[in-house]
Antibody
Framework: EVQLVESGGDLVQPGGSLRLSCAAS????????MNWVRQAPGKGLEWVAN????????HYVDSVRGRFTISRDNAKNSLYLQMNSLRAEDTAVYYC??????????WGQGTMVTVSS | SYELTQPPSVSVSPGQTVSITCSGP??????ACWYQQKPGQSPVLIIY???KRPSGIPEQFSGSKSGNTATLTISGTQVMDEADYYC???????FGGGTKLTVL
């Protein structure tokens, strides 16, 4: 079964940093764009960033641009999200997700990031 | 910033048909997709490219689009269809605010 497993979520103070990881299995990882999507507690979904198959193209939502960096290691079938200058409003479950043409078809179980002093 | 508007909630009786709308400027120039999310679970793609169903998604779910409004229609609604439903404009990746479907 195709699988995405996130890790790295934690409690961090405002202004701190955190790196999320996502391990992909049972599909050709380097054949797909990959995404991070987040969901604040009790709120809706918010797309955060995505990255092209080979890592050569990246896009971000305005609220994280310049603070977050998406990257991937195709040799390790892994996706990452480096989060710096964290704010309280970044508190959310962060999902790793695979995109296909016209939709996101595979989602991980999510990892919780809490930004609080 | 680009926004997609969904009704916060809709309700339907078991066995009936319900529609959820998603509106936004230039949605007509974008593919729309739809996700179902049940409490405590990750979202599931149920419609992509406006009206296509992924493998394994029941025929009771259908999508359409007219102008800048996309519509998700659920026919023969069951209690197990109670969930939050989100639209997404694919070119911008923006999500709608979500619609809570209650089956009662």
């Amino acid at each position: 079964e195709v699988q995405l497993v996130e890790s790295g979520g934690d409690l961090v103070q405002p202004g701190g940093s955190l790196r999320l990881s996502c391990a992909a299995s049972r599909f050709t990882f380097n054949g797909y764009w990959m995404n991070w999507v987040r969901q604040a507690p009790g709120k809706g979904l918010e797309w955060v960033a995505n990255i092209k198959n080979d890592g050569s193209d990246k896009h971000y939502v305005d609220s994280v641009r310049g603070r977050f960096t998406i990257s991937r290691d195709n040799a390790k079938n892994s996706l990452y999200l480096q989060m710096n200058s964290l704010r309280a409003e970044d508190t959310a479950v962060y999902y790793c997700a695979r995109e296909v043409s016209g939709g996101i078809d595979i989602w991980g179980q999510g990892t919780m990031v809490t930004v609080s002093s | 910033s680009y926004e997609l508007t969904q009704p916060p909630s809709v309700s339907v009786s078991p066995g009936q048909t319900v529609s959820i709308t998603c509106s936004g400027p230039k949605l007509g120039d974008n593919y729309a997709c739809w996700y179902q999310q049940k409490p405590g679970q990750s979202p599931v793609l149920i419609i992509y490219q406006d009206d296509k169903r992924p493998s394994g998604i029941p025929e009771q779910f259908s999508g359409s689009k007219s102008g800048n409004t996309a519509t998700l229609t659920i026919s023969g609604t069951q209690v197990m269809d109670e969930a939050d439903y989100y639209c997404q404009a694919w070119a911008t990746k923006v999500f709608g605010g979500g619609t809570k479907l209650t089956v009662l």
